[in-house]
């Protein structure tokens, strides 16, 4: 039980970790998303209008998701779930994100961005199929998050 303990405790902090490092991606004036013209963006680079859309909707997916599974670890401990059923909430957790970064990338028009997101998706989709999902947590989720973070600032 300690054991088990200690690894939520671990996720926990590292999804606050992660928490941090995605709020790096929102904007100064949240409405400034809203304030930019969407018909000066066809052909953009990650300067566009909708490519800081999908920043936008990435970093609140990384932010939702990493909430999600705060929460979710800390229901887990108190409710008693075994570890095996805490893996499976996590790794339905990281495939629903997996799914959502898959569907920013399409919307990107920024080719390395695009790619980013991509990989991304693809990285957080092996910690979905992961035998070991929380340990995913604390290593590949905060790098893969910062990398498109990076991406989007660049």
Known sequence: MLRSRTDAARTVLALAAAVLLATGCQPADS???????????????????????VCLA??????????????????AIEQGKSEADRNKQLQATFAE???????????ATDPAL???IEKSAAGIEAGAKSADPTAF????????????DKSCKA
């Open 31 to 53: 409405d400034s998303a809203k304030q930019a013209d969407p018909s000066s963006s066809a052909g953009s680079t990650s300067g566009g209008a909708g490519d800081k859309e």
């Open 58 to 75: 990435i970093a609140k997916a990384v932010l939702d998701t990493s909430k999600k599974i705060a929460d979710e670890s800390v229901a």
């Open 97 to 107: 994100l997996a799914t959502e970064l898959e569907a920013q990338a399409a919307k």
């Open 114 to 116: 695009k790619a980013e």
């Open 137 to 148: 947590v604390g290593t590949d989720f905060v790098k893969l998050a910062t990398a498109v």
